[in-house]
């Protein structure tokens, strides 16, 4: 994590870091002002806290409460070396825990994070940089020191050379990575996250059968995101980029719109539109891009390349983030690797689609095969070893699929989570769906899937998939554990050199009667490409393009930025709008609108319902707006503060609207019950004298949204690399 630090008046530091910012001062015996700890006073109370932490998962985990347990640390100084100190963490536990748990407690303090930094004495490194902003190598793992070459299945080049070539290229881009964590908690099943220190938003997790191959994973994830603007899906991009030349490619092309709002000519093909519009109601304005939001210039369209026969057919950006999310993206050593790895995921996701939704019942695989991945079933057995049952099976439905599963049970909780890998080589693809298992998760992570159902339309709903694509946390059938299977098992194999592993996966593809396009990039230094196939590796369904598209924000994205400067007509249109739209009340605005708003505040936590509130106060309609604090109150899920806020609105509004009642009668309670400052506020929000209390003003050019200014900052470099590469060919 980059903490970067600005010195304030006398000896005051503000570090800041993500979204938060920590003062420290010093003593007035140490020429301080007092006002805030030392930084040494936030060392101590980072290793409380921590051992706090790990004290509440565990018992949270087990519906054990924490209102009777108390935890204290002393740290006692040797009188001959102040820097030999011993940290002593005490715990008070209520009798009525078991012995068991409270010797489970014991250990979690003892996983405490920070206790194990410091027991592993960190190496500091000082040394001087010509820009801190510039400088790229916050990251990563040093060069072995005899330079091995570490090939594995599936790779050209050695991991050692694919990570230095990867992070090169980030380098380059200006991209300052990080490594957030690692964990290996089984045997040869490793993950990481890693993310962009300028732009903590721009994150991707990375899982492998060694730390080098798991920092591979993250890091072609993150060029593959980086190439497919993956990480700026949904996001506006600010005015300046949806004027410039280009917004999203240089080879992108822009159609107008039609004046009966009818798909222009030329955007997708025949057999594309029988997919997406097959009863004519799909029109050009569903189609506008939500990055630019530049309605006056039309339908912004990335070309792909059609395989069937190598025409050029051009796919709206808006259909594509819509549909797919990160479906059918990759980045590789050349452009033949990428090729496979996004085949591989298409065939993943859709075989486990399949498999989920028709509660098909796959063979195990006989121990006899797992035998010969020693590697692989050490991590099987060290799931085993901590109680959680694995069930692993072939999933390639008789032998026509390149996919398998592993399956984790958890006795304790009941509930089950199905991972699924693809690759043309069964062991990878097995390796895979074991790392993904694990994939960020620490075992006490695991007492949050779901459990199975033989409910089958809970299974079969489109929301289910969607849950299955982004963490895999999604319901499967109780028939899946069935022993009559619907498929023999099949020792199938795929493999080849990476030209052979492309060619077969799409000719499966082919067989199937799927039109495949391609679009490859190489604009920022990397070979990545993207894969769609349609009617087969969507995520969402269709009809959102229809009934809930992303691009929805710009109905609203104006007027909810320029909140404080609309007038009260504009806000009596803007709240009517939002009255009459299938919106629901309890989504968030930054969703909503395509901006990155700092969550802990006003903004960041802001729903319809809330924003429908602040304006119909602003407009002095009370009963409106009292009707929907009463739903706000029943449901709210904001901060405490926030809370008392609405709390206090609504004592005023039932005192306002009541005839027979004064308000300054009240107004000397209602202060001493919420204080004096929220009081005023509150009072003020009624009358009118304060308007959309706790927003600050900003506007289109997102003054004060610092979240998201960083995040065009992170897209301008994309951007930059694209145009200069155009410009030198």
């Known amino acids: 994590m980059e903490i970067k630090v600005n010195f304030l008046d006398n000896l005051r530091l503000e570090a800041k870091f993500d979204d938060f910012t920590v003062i420290t001062d010093q003593p007035i015996r140490y020429k301080g002002d007092g006002s805030a700890p030392s930084p040494f006073d936030y060392f101590l109370a980072s290793s409380a806290l921590c051992a706090a932490y790990f004290v509440k998962v565990y018992c949270k985990a087990r519906d054990i409460s924490t209102d009777n347990i108390r935890l204290s640390q002393n740290n006692i100084v040797d009188p001959e070396n102040r820097y030999n100190q011993i940290f002593q963490i005490q715990v008070e536990l209520p009798e009525d825990i078991s012995e068991k748990d409270k010797q489970g407690i014991l250990r979690s303090i003892d996983r405490c994070t920070v206790k194990k930094v410091v027991q592993t004495e960190p190496e500091f490194k000082i040394e001087t940089v010509d820009n801190l902003d510039t400088d790229s190598n916050a990251m990563l793992m040093g060069q072995p020191e005899d330079q091995t070459d570490t090939y594995i299945v599936g790779k050209d080049l050695p991991l050692e050379k694919t990570i230095a070539n990867m992070t090169e290229i980030l380098a380059n881009l200006g991209m300052k990575i990080e490594i957030t964590s690692w964990r290996n908690i089984v045997p040869n099943v490793w993950s990481l996250n890693i993310r962009d220190a300028a732009s903590p938003m721009c ?22 995101r980086l190439n497919n603007n993956f990480f700026y899906n949904d996001q506006f991009f600010g005015t300046e980029i949806a004027q410039s030349e280009f917004v999203h490619y240089p080879n992108e092309k822009w159609f107008e719109l039609e004046e009966d709002d009818s798909l222009p000519e030329g955007i997708l093909d025949d057999y594309c539109l029988s997919i997406y519009n097959p009863e004519g109601e799909l029109f050009g304005s569903h189609l506008i891009d939500t990055n630019s939001g530049n309605i006056d210039r039309g339908i912004c369209s990335i070309p792909y390349q059609r395989q069937s026969d190598g025409e050029t057919v051009y796919f709206p950006s808006n259909l594509i983030e819509n549909l797919f999310l990160s479906n059918g993206m990759s980045a590789g050593n050349n452009q033949q690797e990428a090729a496979v790895q996004c085949l591989s995921e298409i065939f993943e996701r859709a075989v486990k689609r399949q498999i989920i939704e028709q509660e098909l019942v796959l063979p195990d695989v006989p121990m006899s095969v797992l035998e010969k991945y020693p590697h692989i079933l050490a991590g099987i057995q060290g799931l085993e070893e901590q109680g ?15 996919v398998m599963n592993v399956t984790l049970m958890n006795p304790r909780t009941g509930g089950v989570f199905a991972s699924f890998g693809a690759h043309p080589s069964l062991e990878v693809a097995l390796e895979r769906s074991l790392t993904e298992l694990m994939q960020g998760r620490s075992f006490e992570g695991l007492n949050d899937v779901p459990q199975p159902t033989f409910n089958s339309m809970a299974v079969s709903e489109p929301e289910n998939f969607v849950e299955h694509f982004i963490d895999s946390t999604g319901v499967i059938s109780w028939r899946f554990f069935s022993s009559k299977h619907d498929y023999k098992f099949c020792e199938w194999d795929f493999s080849g050199t990476t030209e052979e592993e492309s060619a077969c996966l ?16 190489d604009d920022l230094g990397a070979s990545a490409c993207r894969i769609l196939v349609p009617d087969y590796s969507e995520v969402y369904p269709v009809e959102d393009l229809v009934w809930d598209n992303t691009n929805k924000a710009l109905d609203y994205r104006e007027d909810i930025l320029n909140l404080h400067s609309l007038s009260d007509e504009e806000l009596e249109d803007l709240v009517e709008r939002l009255e009459e739209s299938q919106l629901d009340n309890y989504t968030d605005i930054m969703t909503l609108i395509g901006i990155v708003f700092d969550e802990n505040t006003p903004w960041g936590k802001l729903t319809v319902l809330e924003l429908k509130i602040l304006i119909y106060l602003a407009l002095g309609a009370h009963e409106d707006a009292h009707d929907l604090v009463g739903e706000y109150l029943q449901y709210n899920d904001n901060t405490v503060a926030r809370g008392l806020f609405y709390q206090a609105v609504n004592a005023v509004l039932e005192v306002t609207l009541d005839e027979d009642l004064a308000l300054e009668d009240f107004v000397y309670s209602f202060s001493r019950m919420f204080g004096q400052e929220l009081i005023d506020n509150a009072l003020g929000s009624v009358s009118g004298d304060v308007r959309f209390y706790g927003l600050t003003k900003t506007s289109m050019q997102l003054e004060g949204i610092e979240p998201h200014l960083r995040l065009i900052e992170s897209y301008k470099k994309l951007h930059a690399a694209r145009a200069k590469a155009v410009n030198s060919n």
């Open 388 to 402: 959680f049952p694995i069930v692993v099976k072939d999933a390639s439905l008789g032998g026509q699929f390149p």
């Open 506 to 521: 799409l000719g499966i593809l082919k067989d199937m009667g799927k039109e495949v396009y391609i679009a490859e990039f």
């Open 203 to 224: 994150f991707t997790n990375g899982k492998g059968a060694t730390k080098e191959s798991a920092l591979c994973s993250a890091l072609g994830e993150f060029i593959e």
